[in-house]
T-cell receptor, first 111, second 114 residues
């Protein structure tokens, strides 16, 4: 299996919450990230969490980390059409500067 | 105060030709990364530069791929004798050395090999 796995698609209605899930295999992962890629653009770092944290909240974004299950999620509250993009989960371990990325989840927000 | 820039934005080339892709990182960033994003795939790491250290080339898929970084700033990724499977978006990112978790990405170069 792949090192970082995510579902490929998620469709939500505008105003609802979106939850994008990710699983990873490396128990020594130190940093876990969420990146957003809009059409025709590069990746933009949304948020990151250190492995010694369980949760991080930043405005409409909530990141939850279950280290035991190696599961990371990104919750977007009050999802807007502007949130439509591909969301990439990534992880890296201490001493390595090279993250491993998942394949990305395409979030489609419809009215 | 510009972000990471890449050129060209699009490149169409014939199979067997050589191509050069350019990346201008954010001024002052000492770390520079090249990734490849193929359709439906995640980002594939290619090469990492950090200051004056020897680059980490462990992700380069074949010896047709090479990269250099001149003066610790601009980087060029070269693909020799291009093949159709090289078609992808090539992304460059830069960061401060001790903030590798905060990489800034360029918009990418879309390479199409016909």
């Amino acid at each position: 299996g792949e090192d970082v796995e995510q579902s490929l698609f998620l469709s939500v209605r505008e105003g609802d919450s979106s939850v994008i899930n990710c699983t990873y295999t490396d128990s020594s992962s130190t940093y876990l990230y969420w990146y957003k890629q809009e059409p025709g653009a590069g990746l933009q770092l949304l948020t990151y969490i250190f492995s010694n944290m369980d949760m991080k909240q930043d405005q409409r974004l909530t990141v939850l980390l279950n280290k035991k299950d190696k599961h990371l999620s990104l919750r977007i509250a009050d999802t807007q059409t502007g949130d439509s993009a591909i969301y990439f989960c990534a992880e890296s371990r201490g001493g390595s500067y090279i993250p491993t990325f998942g394949r990305g989840t395409s979030l489609i927000v419809h009215p | 105060g510009a972000g990471v820039s890449q050129s060209p934005s699009n490149k169409v080339t014939e199979k067997g030709k050589d191509v050069e892709l350019r990346c201008d990182p954010i001024s002052g960033h000492t770390a520079l990364y090249w990734y490849r994003q193929s359709l439906g795939q995640g980002l594939e790491f290619l090469i990492y530069f950090q200051g004056n250290s020897a680059p980490d080339k462990s992700g380069l898929p074949s010896d047709r791929f090479s990269a250099e970084r001149t003066g610790g700033s601009v980087s060029t990724l070269t693909i020799q004798r291009t093949q159709q499977e090289d078609s992808a978006v090539y992304l460059c990112a830069s960061s401060w050395r001790d903030s590798s978790y905060e990489q800034y990405f360029g918009p990418g170069t879309r390479l199409t090999v016909t």
